[in-house]
């Protein structure tokens, strides 16, 4: 099945030629997945009503959905973001003189282990795709009718223990026929994977990079964070 969501522009491109459409009709379905936070095809107006309908036979669309939301007094609310499998993540809204920025998941459930997390207490159950990471954004907007101009990839799961989608995940709402979302108004979380980071760093990508330290020292450290085992904060410092 299509994860219309996840898809480049290039990739809708060719899914759209293989049903005998011209290739700028993948710039107004990104439009409408990725500026307009569309849920249905029905009120994609600028396709033509056969389009949406082949669209639809050939993969529904799969929206994020706000279950339930906490509202905290200064402002910040707590979403729980229910997935189409059913499953379960949580994205936080945060009010600043900058504007709105979102903590987003990128897992559900985390493998990493660390003892005062509870997601991770059950384990990893699924990596997030790149379009359910952009689409707990589209649902916040939509929910709170506010614009989200920052990202901070810091909700359930370990962002680059799910490497690939999370640099889709950059691409998608980076694209300038999408939220054109500066890159240097996200940043990344992690809890210390080094292979990881310095992949990342070879990317050259402006993204701002978080590491979860969470103790002073490597011996508390080690105790609470099973990646410090392995990885020493000296190391994390290189």
């Known amino acids: 099945m299509i994860d219309w969501y996840s898809q480049s522009v290039e990739e809708l491109a060719e899914t759209l030629q293989r049903l005998g459409e011209p290739s700028y009709r993948s710039k107004q379905l990104f439009r409408w997945l990725h500026q307009r936070g569309a849920q249905s095809f029905d009120g994609m107006s600028d396709l033509g009503k056969a389009l949406r309908q082949r669209l639809e036979e050939l993969a529904p669309l799969t929206p994020v959905q706000v ?22 993540v949580e994205s936080v809204l945060m009010r600043y003189s900058f504007g709105y920025s979102l903590c987003i998941s990128s897992q559900v459930g985390c493998r990493m282990g660390c003892r005062f997390c509870a997601s991770t207490l059950a384990g990893l159950e699924r990596n997030l ?43 998608l709402v980076h ?35 978080a590491i979860s330290l969470h103790a002073p020292n490597d011996t508390i450290r080690r105790q609470i964070m099973r990646v410090a085992q392995a990885v020493s904060m000296e190391e994390l410092k290189r």
């Open 67 to 88: 279950e339930q939301r906490q509202t905290a007094e200064d402002g910040t609310v707590k979403f729980l973001m229910r997935l189409a499998d059913g499953r379960y």
């Open 129 to 171: 795709t790149a379009g359910e990471m952009a689409q707990q954004i589209y649902a916040a907007e939509r929910d709170q009718a506010v614009t989200v101009s920052h990202v901070v990839v810091m909700g359930c799961g370990e962002p680059f223990d799910n490497y690939d989608q999370l640099l889709r995940f950059l691409d």
């Open 175 to 209: 694209h300038p026929l999408g939220k054109g979302m500066s890159l240097r108004h996200i940043t990344v979380s992690t809890c210390g994977l080094t292979e990881r980071i310095r992949q990342f760093a070879d990317t050259g990508l402006p993204v701002t990079l």
